[in-house]
């Protein structure tokens, strides 16, 4: 009986122990360290390859893919969008760029296109497969031309949750790599409101969170410090996912 | 020989307390994890119910960490302790491989499998028998210490791999090997249970078999008995 106490005692204190080093600040910048060795060791481990996220055949794309976060926008400007099949949505591009952009769909389907069927993992530990369609990022920021100063790419969205809208970010290194692309279609048909239409991020070796829907633009910066709460996406500011969504 | 050798390396010593205190984080803020999406599936993808092999229970605050349900949390500490894992079992093995500990006291004969020679072993666990001259670790330990070591922990890495889709772009044939992303998801889920059934039965056979002594050899080194 004394023994069983003794380790419920330790176990408690071993999880009090947990918290308390979770709350510190040493703890996050080990978390944030060990962040960039993942990140580090995924780049590393191509050996200077392009890394490509496995891509499949159309035949095993999935039933029905699930949609998550918000799977739909509640504001008057986004219905009547909507309601006119997005012809007068505009996609932006601003920031450091020498050309600003604000391209229609049909500007952005007149582009390269790359189609690619890909695997989506949530954060949460479910995957789905589907088949997308839409012009590179590194494509469109040809077009806008972008200033040496820049360092990250920040996708804003037409959706909000309970703290603001939603945003997220990537670095150069994911902005120009050949997957990353602004998909409009899904599976051979208009993006649905589900899944982010008119136009959402693939970014196909990071988890769900970062594949931002419902973008309205992309802004050029060189630090995300001044971008929401300065952690590079809205989950990332208001939850504490990690940035770099690779793991 | 003025110098006895110890019964266990400083290399194995280090590596086990620091694999233990790996081990129950990563398991507990694993389990943190599988409460943010409770169903399992093989093959590529997976979300609905109907997809799922096995509905996984909810873990309880005791069990995870944090206790408090934080999907963001669990992962920090799983992501942080999975390096100190991974890099100090690599250690471990380069180690061992170096001192002889892999080659001396794990590695079995085909002659230790004739089923004669098992059940001599089965008989003398069961009665408590835990004495063995010869070598260090009789054949039922060499078998499961080398399963653990060889097969269960690399798989734990290799899954836990497979599931980081970062590491699917620098690595993609760890998921053709695996049989894709959901079967190594369920594949880290079913290994990690293997682990905690393992340290029950080594816990258990530590306590039948001189609790103390066996402590202090792991921390101190203690004699070899074998050896001397």
């Known amino acids: ?247 | 020989m003025a110098t006895q050798r110890k019964r266990h390396a400083l290399s194995t010593r280090m590596w086990h307390w620091i694999n233990l205190v790996s081990l129950v984080i990563l398991f507990m803020s694993g389990l943190g994890i599988s409460n943010a999406h409770r169903r399992l599936y093989w093959g590529d993808w997976g979300f609905d119910k109907a997809d799922a092999w096995l509905h996984v229970p909810f873990f309880p605050g005791w069990m995870t960490i944090p206790s408090t349900y934080s999907l963001a949390q669990s992962r920090d500490w799983h992501v942080l302790f999975a390096l100190v894992f991974a890099f100090s079992l690599a250690a471990f093995m380069l180690a061992s491989v170096l001192n002889g500990h892999f080659r001396r006291d794990l590695t079995t004969r085909l002659a230790d499998y004739r089923p004669a020679h098992v059940w001599a072993d089965i008989r003398a666990h069961l009665k408590l028998k835990f004495e063995h001259a010869g070598s260090k670790f009789n054949f039922l330990q060499k078998v499961a210490y080398a399963k653990v070591i060889f097969i269960l922990l690399p798989l734990m890495i290799f899954t836990g791999m497979a599931i980081s889709p970062g590491m699917n772009a620098a690595f993609p044939w760890l998921l053709d090997l695996l049989g894709g992303r959901q079967s190594a998801r369920s594949i880290h889920f079913l290994c990690a249970w293997a682990l905690v059934i393992f340290m029950i039965g080594h816990v258990l056979l530590v306590l039948l078999s001189g609790p103390l002594k066996q402590m202090r050899a792991m921390i101190t080194g203690g004699a070899d008995d074998a050896a001397a």
Request: charged share 20%; with cysteine.
């Open chain 1, 1 to 247: 009986m004394q023994r069983r106490n003794l380790l419920a005692a330790m176990a408690a204190a071993f999880l009090t122990g947990c918290s308390k080093i979770g709350e510190s600040a040493w703890f996050g910048a080990l978390v944030d360290g060990a962040e960039s060795w993942h990140r580090g060791l995924h780049r590393g481990l191509g050996f200077g390859r392009i890394q490509m996220a496995p891509e499949f055949d159309r035949s095993e794309v999935s039933p029905f893919f699930r949609g998550n976060g918000n799977t739909e926008v509640d504001s008057d400007d986004y219905r009547a969008h909507l309601a006119n099949g997005f012809t007068d949505w505009r996609f932006t591009v601003t920031g450091l760029v020498d050309n600003p952009l604000a391209l229609s769909l049909a500007e952005m389907k007149a582009l390269r296109q790359r189609t690619q069927v890909t695997r989506h993992d949530c954060v949460e530990g479910w995957s789905a497969i589907a088949e997308w369609t839409g012009p590179q990022l590194s494509e469109i920021l040809a077009l806008a031309g972008v200033q040496p100063g820049a360092r990250y790419v920040v996708f804003r969205c037409a959706d909000s949750f309970r703290q603001g809208p939603y945003y997220e970010s990537c670095d150069m290194d994911d902005a120009l790599h050949p997957q990353t692309i602004l998909a409009h279609t899904m599976n051979g048909a208009d993006l649905p409101e589900l899944n982010g239409a008119p136009l959402r991020l693939r970014i196909e070796r990071q988890l769900g969170y970062k594949h931002a829907k419902y973008l309205t633009g992309i802004e050029l910066v060189t630090s995300l410090d001044d971008i929401g709460l300065g952690q590079g996406g809205y989950w990332e500011d208001h939850v504490g996912y990690q940035w770099y969504a690779g793991i």
